[in-house]
Nanobody
Framework: QVQLVESGGGLVQPGGSLRLSCAASGLTLDGYAIGWFRQAPGKEREGVKC????????DYTDSVKGRFTISRDNDKNTVYLQMNNLKPEDTAVYYC????????????????WGQGTQVTVAS
């Protein structure tokens, strides 16, 4: 059974940092692209960032450029989202998802999803 488990969310002050983790089981992440999405209350699900199977990344939201970094550790079967200089508008539930090999900003094209982790940015 394929499972994705996000962790690392929480409450952080504006300007602070968090590192989200997405741990996969039931499959090996090699050969898969992993995307991070977020959804704030009353808003549509939004693509944040994606990393391809061969390692290059794509930004799907201009607002996170220069602040968020995606990486993967295939030995640990885990993907990370390092979030720096967080802003209140980053508040959302963050999800990781996977699809085969290539990234997409269409969340309907992803095969598996985690349960999400809440990120709240507030003073």
């Amino acid at each position: 059974q394929v499972q994705l488990v996000e962790s690392g969310g929480g409450l952080v002050q504006p300007g602070g940092s968090l590192r989200l983790s997405c741990a996969a089981s039931g499959l090996t992440l090699d050969g898969y692209a992993i995307g991070w999405f977020r959804q704030a209350p009353g808003k549509e699900r939004e693509g944040v960032k994606c990393i391809r199977s061969f390692g290059s990344s794509t930004d799907y939201t201009d607002s996170v450029k220069g602040r968020f970094t995606i990486s993967r550790d295939n030995d640990k079967n885990t993907v990370y989202l390092q979030m720096n200089n967080l802003k209140p508008e980053d508040t959302a539930v963050y999800y990781c998802a996977i699809r085969r090999e290539f990234c997409s900003d269409n969340y309907g094209q992803y095969l598996y999803w985690g349960q999400g982790t809440q990120v709240t940015v507030a003073s």
